[in-house]
Antibody, heavy 118, light 108 residues
């Protein structure tokens, strides 16, 4: 069974760093791109970009370029989303999701709630 | 960037009735459109991809149609579990993907 298991909720202060994870189970990890999607509470879905676990090739949307970093460790079938200096506006739920061959998003993680507050 | 515009923002429908949700792309996306359902407190779930292909396990009351810039999700007979938020998404040009702003389907 394909599963994406995400790390737990985080409460951080502005300026702090953070790395959240998404661990894949049940399929060939290196065969699929993984996307990250942001959802501010009460708002819609925002596509942040993708990473390929084979070589950590990454593609960011312009809104998120330079604001976050994607990484991957194929030895433990895990991808990461990282911030070096959080802002209050980063408060959101972050989903990882597998990108299917056609290009749509099939298997979603449950999301990680990141709250940034002083 | 391709902009996806959904209408209406909120749709109130009675159980057992039909619901029709619309999505318009700012330029042609061929048939590369998916629809997702998001229930409160849950991750999104894909319902339809490639405009009209139902994902595994999705009931037949969900159907998708359209091409180019105009797309529709139809739910033929609403069940209680269908009241949720629905998003369309285009994936016509790699790696670009954009979502519509969502349509909330409420019980009338």
């Amino acid at each position: 069974e394909v599963q994406l298991v995400q790390s737990g909720a985080q409460l951080k202060k502005p300026g702090e760093s953070l790395k959240i994870s998404c661990k894949a189970y049940g399929y060939s990890f290196i065969g699929y791109w993984i996307a990250w999607v942001r959802q501010v509470p009460g708002s819609g879905l925002e596509y942040m970009g993708v990473i390929h676990p084979t070589d950590s090739d990454t593609k960011y949307t312009p809104s998120f370029q330079g604001q976050v970093t994607f990484s991957a460790d194929k030895s433990i079938t895990t991808v990461y989303l990282q911030w070096t200096s959080l802002k209050a506006s980063d408060t959101a739920i972050y989903f990882c999701v597998r990108v299917e061959d056609y290009g749509h998003f099939q298997f979603w993680g449950p999301g990680t709630l990141v709250t940034v507050s002083s | 960037e391709i902009v996806m515009t959904q209408s209406p923002a909120t749709l109130s429908v009675s159980p057992g009735e039909r619901a029709t949700l619309s999505c318009r792309a700012s330029q042609s996306v061929s048939n590369y459109v998916a629809w997702y359902q998001q229930r409160r407190g849950q991750a999104p779930r894909v319902l339809i991809y490639n405009t009209s292909t139902r994902a595994t396990g999705v009931p037949a009351r969900f159907s998708g149609s359209g091409s180019g810039t105009e797309f529709t999700l139809t739910i033929s007979s609403l069940q209680s579990e269908d009241f949720a938020v629905y998003y369309c998404q285009q994936y016509s040009n790699w790696p670009s993907r954009t979502f519509g702003q969502g349509t909330r389907l409420d019980i009338k």
